[in-house]
């Protein structure tokens, strides 16, 4: 009776522990953020924001671009799940704004568009190893990257924001008991959206969540139990890349950026812009 | 007279007992459906109380995850092809008097079976383009699940070539075949018949492995399944579809593979 009753009450009386446990927990340092992303970096202290290097005409012998300009189509690596950015339809096609300039680039050049979905991770680590020719991914220009990667001028702009579970209770910045990005602690998840996921899952590992502004307002938008508690962290330089490791591509990387000068001018990336961002203009460079 | 209607008897009473065997498979059969019956049935009207599952989410993107099952299908097809093919040079190599050929074999099925699958397809995909050899996504999957599955065949196959009776081998010995003859004209045709139903086995087994090659962006049922999902943040939804799937596809997969199974024995009789 004696064993009996101690086989049944101790593991009933550790679950009731932990589960007091955890709703009277305070709120925890963990902020979850996506896989070799900026806002990692930033939580490590290590963000090393960057411009692109000066870009100069090349000759179009040789260079990836006589490639894709042979092959008729341009192959670009992006992210299913980065609404409003990229994000699938249920016919398999993607959308968003990134879908939206990468298919512009591509008319430009007279040439198709192909999309190709690579993790996240392994469109930074560069070595794509000739499976896409270029990310129009908002790629985030910095030193390291820049070490394997070649970034055009910047086709638009986003705030990093803060968001925090609504159960955490937490509404600012001032509400949180450590310094950001000093006292905190990253967790990662393969992309951005998983973060989202794994809060409105009633997860309680983490509470905060770092991301672009924009993937924020759209989990909120679509019901995610988060509220943004912090619009601008820092700005972020969006940029296409692509992998230096691979083929000769100086000619390429002057012609998309010289395309990208162009949207710029004529209007083209301030439409698009404020037709995915809620008629916000993403694309003037903050201070300007 | 008393024969007589003992024999009666023991008819009647032998019909009786056939009669109640009857009544018991049926009343078998019966609850058994019915078990079925109740839990599934149980298990979606836990979930519809729920109310939790959006049929609108199922009815806009179904079709869509739906699609992914043609590239699972067309994935194992492929790689139980190329598996077979690898599986038949390898049990020959493992069966072989010379230690080189053997030798090389035996590596092959060893390194395969002492790593997991997954870490395969990984190194095809990410770790080969550092020494220059660089595969897309769907050839690297096939290659993955062929060479896995080609291992573990291998030893399959191994098993089916010595089970052939050894005088079948003789005899053709004894006409005056060449080894190689041999092998092929005599011991593999009657080797495959019995390892046909273990190739039906492990191809039901490979579709739901092939799920593993969703970590290399290969837009397959579980792909599609987890970035709509995540998308939409209808993971349950989109999950619960994509499980569907598999797991009609191998009930459908398993009932042709019981039929061949069938068929193979009673060739055998």
């Known amino acids: 009776m004696n064993t009996w009753r101690r086989f049944v009450t101790v593991p009933i009386a550790a679950i009731v522990l932990a589960a007091c446990q955890g709703s009277a927990a305070e709120i925890t340092n963990v902020v979850c953020v996506g896989e070799a992303t900026t806002y990692l970096d930033w939580l490590n202290g290590d963000l090393e924001p960057d411009e692109p290097d000066p870009i100069a005409e090349a000759d179009e012998a040789g260079d990836l671009l006589e490639t894709i300009r042979e092959r008729g189509t341009i192959i670009v690596s992006t992210d299913p799940n980065y609404a409003p950015q990229s994000f699938l339809q249920p016919d398999g096609t993607f959308v968003g704004f990134d879908i939206d300039v990468a298919t512009e680039i591509a008319n430009r050049l007279g040439v198709d568009i192909q999309f190709e979905t690579p993790d996240w991770d392994l469109i930074t680590a560069g070595n794509w190893g000739e499976r896409w020719d270029i990310s129009v991914g908002s790629m985030t220009i910095t030193t390291p990257r820049k070490e394997i990667l070649s970034f055009t001028q910047p086709y638009y702009f986003t705030p990093a924001a803060l968001a925090a579970s609504e159960q955490s209770g937490v509404t ?95 209007g083209t990336l301030t439409d698009l812009s404020e037709e995915w961002f809620d008629g916000e203009d993403l694309t003037q460079a903050p201070g300007e | 007279m008393a024969t007589q209607s003992d024999a009666l008897g023991r008819s009647q009473f032998l019909e009786r007992v056939r009669k109640a065997q009857a009544r018991s498979r ?21 979930l519809w109380i729920t109310g939790n599952i959006d049929l609108s989410f199922i009815n806009e993107w179904g079709p869509y995850v739906l699609g992914g099952a043609g590239l699972t299908i067309l994935l194992c097809v492929t790689s139980i092809v190329f598996a077979t093919i690898l599986a038949i040079f390898g049990a020959i190599a493992r069966l072989s008097g010379n230690p080189i050929i053997n030798g090389v074999a035996s590596l092959y099925v060893s390194l395969v079976r002492g790593t997991p699958l997954i870490v395969q397809i990984v190194f095809i995909y990410l770790a080969l383009p550092q020494l220059d050899i660089r595969i897309p996504a769907i050839p690297a ?45 005599v011991v593999l045709p009657q080797a495959v018949r019995i390892v046909i139903p273990a190739i039906g086995n492990d191809f039901v087994a490979m579709i739901k492995d092939s799920a593993l090659v969703s970590v290399i962006a290969v837009q397959e049922l579980l792909w599609r399944a987890q970035n709509v999902g995540r998308q939409n943040f209808r993971t349950l939804e989109a999950l619960l579809i994509a499980a569907l799937v598999y797991w009609i596809l191998t009930i459908v997969f398993s009932f042709f593979q019981e039929r061949l199974e069938h068929r193979m024995a009673r060739g055998d009789r």
């Open chain 1, 172 to 266: 600012s910045v001032d509400d949180l008991s450590f310094e950001l990005p000093e006292g905190a602690e990253a967790t990662t998840l393969p992309t951005d959206a998983n973060c989202a996921e794994a809060i409105q899952a009633g997860r309680e590992e983490f509470d905060l969540w770092v991301s672009a502004g924009p993937t924020i307002d759209e989990a909120i938008g679509s019901d995610i139990p988060i509220v943004k508690v912090s619009d601008s962290i820092y700005v972020e330089n969006l940029a296409v890349a692509i992998d230096k490791s691979g083929p000769e591509h100086a000619a390429l990387l002057y012609e998309i950026d010289r395309i990208i000068g162009e949207m710029h001018e004529d």
């Open chain 2, 26 to 46: 049926l009343s078998f059969r019966i609850w058994f459906a019915l078990t079925w019956i109740v839990l599934v049935g149980g298990l979606v009207f836990a």
């Open chain 2, 141 to 185: 999957g096939i290659m993955a699940l062929s060479f896995n599955y080609g291992a573990y065949m291998t030893e399959i196959f191994r098993a089916g070539i010595q089970a052939v009776p050894s005088g079948q081998r003789e005899a053709a010995q004894a006409l005056g075949m060449p080894e190689h003859l041999v092998m092929r004209r």
